[in-house]
């Protein structure tokens, strides 16, 4: 008890970070994860650290390029316009295979859109987000706690798979306050990394970071190669909690804000006799496929609640084979659903729905 | 409680200032003052004072803020009707102020015309369970800075160290100890220790100068 402090999302990310050995943050800021950053300015310079306000976010996506063929550990973070301006770097990370951990608190979209909370950049995370095949693991923490362990988590997975981890959150995620309980946090020391570019001392053959290849049987073979260890993720990595599902019929697909809104339409559902529990993906890549699957068999009803024009429901019927009914709950532009209009979905659900 | 006829709520961003500055006025106004709150924050766009307008209304505080807080823009602006509160002696104001010397900055316009009329209370709200304000030289470092921004330099201390929902007597408890050695470091008074009404009976004679916050800001938070 004693040793909780109360943390916003955006700062817990960032001492969460600190925690996870990372010395190396560049960024530029923009609301709503602006404090990311200004803990990281007021943080790194006493720990011997680098904190460095780029030019623009092009330039910090291409310095946590720099750091990460290093070998260090390296972030850095933005909120949905932001990461657009970042996502050619982000595909040049995955065409090096370069680890590194990027925070995405999303607000409304599309365009320069609104400062309030939004979970829209689904698509973007999900699939790349830049250009050619790959892949980023995607977390969507759904408390200030998770917000910390998550992001300690995603710098394991990045370096172990030498992978973009995402952090998405959205507004709401980042600017409220929770009690954080810090000392839970389990680090993994970070692995060796042989590829490195950290001098050869006239030992072995120069590392080269690149993600071109001159030769197309050899660019294909780096994709096949890739993709393989994508499939270990994807056998690895899935998180989720499911809540109130042994004897559901009626199953909300929710992640961070909106599960939590979820969870008391839920609760409120039960009150009134639906059989009414959720699937919180935690992973969003890799989606928790098989445990929506296994639902399907005996789940009528899917409501996807988002704060989005309906994204995660693609992979929501994608899962299930499209076998049951699907319902879309949402609110965009920086609004946010209350519990009243999910507790309506679920018992319009409950009365036969929609297909 | 006696309060000056300005009330300046500053602090490290997240100490708890919106909602101090909130139940300031709420006290002002339940002793029959008339009462404006301004929020002045120019840093943060989310959870302002604008979201408890309906509360405020409902008692006939006035709020004085910028047309977009709380909306989609993120402008670092200032409401027109600040003036009013150095112009208009007949009322008390409280001032909400945003975090840090770079919200504190926004006092500077009316720094001058608070001094002058000399009748305004300047206050630090500190919280030892953030994460950096957790001790007293950090706690401290911070509170300079804001004074120098400012303009204004601190005239009491308010207490409001508080772990959010997981808040009970000893984390109140355990706080007096910090608030008071930051009391002796800058030479000025612990105006109150701020705790949430619910931890009245167990805080009962415990605290000196104990301050019931009756109004929580309105957070999605509550609702999920």
């Known amino acids: 008890m004693a040793d909780k402090v109360l943390m916003k999302g955006n700062e817990a990310i960032a001492e969460a970070a600190i925690i996870a050995g990372c010395r190396h943050y560049f960024g530029y800021p923009i609301t709503p994860q602006t404090e990311v950053a200004a803990y990281m300015a007021k943080k790194m310079p006493k720990i011997g650290g680098t904190f460095l306000q780029a030019e623009s976010e092009i330039a910090a996506i291409n310095m946590v390029y720099g750091v990460s063929s290093a070998g260090k550990r390296v972030m850095t973070s933005s909120s949905s316009p932001g990461i657009s301006l970042k996502s050619e770097g982000l595909s040049y990370l995955a065409g090096a295979d370069l680890p590194a951990f990027v925070v995405n608190v999303q607000r409304g979209g599309p365009g320069l859109g609104g400062i309030q909370p939004s979970q829209s950049d689904y698509f973007q995370a999900t699939r790349g987000g830049g250009h050619g095949d790959y892949h980023m693991v995607v977390y969507a923490p759904a408390s200030v706690q998770e917000m910390a362990s998550l992001t300690v988590k995603a710098f394991d997975t990045a370096d172990k798979y030498r992978m973009t981890a995402m952090i998405l959150a959205d507004g709401t995620m980042g600017q409220m306050m929770e009690p954080v309980d810090l000392e839970s946090l389990k680090v993994e020391p970070a692995p060796e990394k042989p590829w490195a570019t950290t001098g050869t001392d006239n030992k072995r053959e120069h590392n080269i970071i690149n993600s071109l290849y001159l030769k197309p049987e050899q660019l294909e073979q780096v994709n096949f190669d890739r993709f393989k260890r994508y499939e270990q993720v994807e056998a690895n990595e899935v998180m989720f909690e499911e809540y109130l599902m042994d004897d559901a019929e009626i199953c909300v697909a929710a992640f961070g804000i909106a599960a939590r809104v979820s969870k008391n339409a839920i609760n409120a559902a039960r009150a009134n006799g639906i059989k009414a529990g959720m699937i919180r993906p935690i992973t969003l890549w890799p989606f928790p496929k098989d445990v929506f699957k296994k639902a399907a068999e005996k789940i009528h009803a899917f409501i996807s609640v988002e704060l989005s024009m309906g994204q995660m429901i693609e992979d929501v019927k994608l899962a299930t084979e499209c076998k049951a009914k699907y319902m879309l709950c949402n609110r965009v532009g920086g609004m946010i659903p209350l519990p009243d209009q999910v507790l309506a979905s679920i018992e319009e659900a409950a009365n036969g729905g929609e297909k | ?224």
Not at chain 2, 60 to 72: H, M, P, Q, R, V
Not at chain 2, 120 to 132: F, T
């Open chain 2, 1 to 224: 409680m006696e309060f000056k006829r300005i009330t300046i709520v500053c602090g490290h961003y997240g100490s708890g200032k919106t909602n101090v500055a909130l139940n300031i006025a709420y006290n002002l106004k339940a002793q029959g003052k008339k009462v404006s709150i301004a929020d002045l924050d120019i840093v943060n766009p989310y959870f302002r004072t604008k979201d408890s307008v309906d509360e405020l209304k409902a008692m006939g505080i006035e709020l004085i803020c910028s047309d977009y807080a709380g909306s989609n823009l993120d402008i670092p602006a200032l409401p027109d009707r600040m003036y009013a509160i150095t112009d208009d002696r007949s009322s008390n104001f409280v001032l909400d102020i945003g975090g840090d010397d770079r919200g504190a900055l926004a006092l500077g316009r009316l720094a001058p015309a608070i001094i002058k009329e000399n009748n305004y209370e300047m206050l630090a709200v500190i919280n030892k369970y953030r994460p950096l304000t957790r001790d007293t030289d950090s706690t401290v470092e911070v509170l300079r800075e804001i004074e120098f921004a400012g303009g204004i330099p601190f005239t009491a201390i308010v207490n409001n160290s508080n772990l959010g929902d997981d808040t009970d007597s000893n984390t109140v408890i355990d706080s007096l100890a910090y608030a008071k050695s930051i009391s002796d470091i800058m030479k000025i008074p612990i105006a109150f220790t701020s705790y949430d009404e619910r931890l009245s009976t167990e805080l009962s004679g415990k605290i000196d100068n104990g301050f019931k916050l009756k109004m929580q800001k309105s957070l999605l938070k509550k609702e999920c």
